[in-house]
């Protein structure tokens, strides 16, 4: 029997309570596969870093370069080998309700502790459509509603996040339109996390976000975490904008793709349509790790520009 109403493996206010959230890349190997072991060495640097939740698949994950058994098996192999250590939040979001319930249903048989959904995109729907497919979802288990307009085309207005926020499997928002945004929902009592990491430090700080998902934490998530925790620290958040800057000079995750492969912890394979930066880019990269300082970053290589022909174009996968 198929059931809409799944046991939550956690509660709302444990994920209500995350400040650090990375947005957690996946590397590949040279046929396009998933490279789990490459996976499994990121992981556990965010962990001992200090970030407390991971989206698995999310916009930087490419989960929408992944089949939905892709998506699902990595879900779980995360919670499997990482669930007691941070939180696992799948995006299991969709344009289309059926296949997002559908994706959450199996994401939380595997084990994740909370979804990630978006507003329906591209078709995009009515409001009262937008509010029938967050109720819709909302049933699985706890989520966090995803607004980023620059992507799905659409703004999820206060008016729908006010008619959800009583929803028991609420736990917040991930915004992406700004901090007055964020600042009226945290006066509601409503949770939200900064979707931009070069206005996260601000909004956390000086507009009641509880914190971030990040980009930036795949590459120095002990900054990031300080960022989060530490209180205001104007210094360290001017330090990090040439690389914010730089990781969305393209369409995220392409520079970040990018910097993970000159730093070594993954292999410098892309699926397409996601390709390198220039080479003036990873050239520029290597100067921004010498300026914050090659320690702060993860791994233990040291950082490389790489040649056109060290990468590797995956169009079948």
């Known amino acids: ?45 965010q962990i001992v870093n200090g ?6 698949g999310g916009t930087t994950g490419e989960g929408h370069l992944m089949s939905w058994d892709e998506h699902i098996m990595l879900i779980g192999h995360t919670v499997n080998c990482f ?23 199996q994401g939380f048989a595997v084990g994740m502790h909370a979804a990630l959904h978006i507003n329906p995109y591209y078709g995009k729907t009515s409001m009262p ?13 706890p989520t966090i509603i995803y607004n980023v307009p620059s992507r799905t085309g659409q ?6 996040i006010h008619a959800v926020s009583q929803n028991p499997n609420m736990a917040g928002v991930k915004e992406c339109a700004g901090n007055d945004r964020i600042k009226g929902y945290a006066d509601e009592g409503i949770g939200t996390w900064s979707g931009n990491d070069d206005e996260c430090h601000d909004a956390r700080w000086m507009y ?25 620290n104007s210094s360290l958040n001017s330090k990090m904008m040439p690389l914010i800057k730089w990781l969305f000079h393209e369409p995220n995750p392409i520079a970040l793709n990018t910097a993970l492969a000159q730093l070594g912890v993954v292999r410098p394979v892309f699926r ?33 520009v790489l040649d056109d022909d060290d990468f590797v174009l995956v169009g079948r996968y």
Not at 2 to 28: C, F, Q
Not at 129 to 140: I, K, P, Q, R, Y
Not at 208 to 232: E, K
């Open 1 to 45: 029997m198929r059931s809409l109403e799944v046991k939550n493996r956690t509660s709302v206010d444990d994920i209500r309570s995350l400040r650090l959230i990375t947005a957690i890349k996946t590397p590949y190997l040279p046929d396009g596969r998933f490279d789990l072991e490459a996976y499994d060495s990121l992981m556990h640097m």
């Open 51 to 56: 970030a407390e939740g991971v989206i698995v």
């Open 83 to 105: 669930g007691s250590s941070i939180k696992v939040i799948g995006n299991t979001g969709s344009n289309s309700t059926r296949e997002a319930i559908h994706a959450s249903e």
């Open 129 to 141: 459509g937008m509010l029938s497919h967050f109720e819709t979802v909302l049933s699985m288990g």
């Open 155 to 160: 703004d999820i207005p206060p008016t729908v």
């Open 208 to 232: 009641g976000a509880t914190g971030v998902i990040s980009v930036a934490s795949n590459l120095v998530p002990s900054l990031m975490h300080s960022l989060m925790f530490d209180g205001v």
């Open 272 to 304: 397409l349509p996601y390709v390198p930066l220039p080479l003036a880019k990873r050239t520029e990269f290597v100067r921004i790790v010498e300026d914050i300082g090659r320690e702060k970053f993860i791994g233990k290589k040291d950082v490389q």
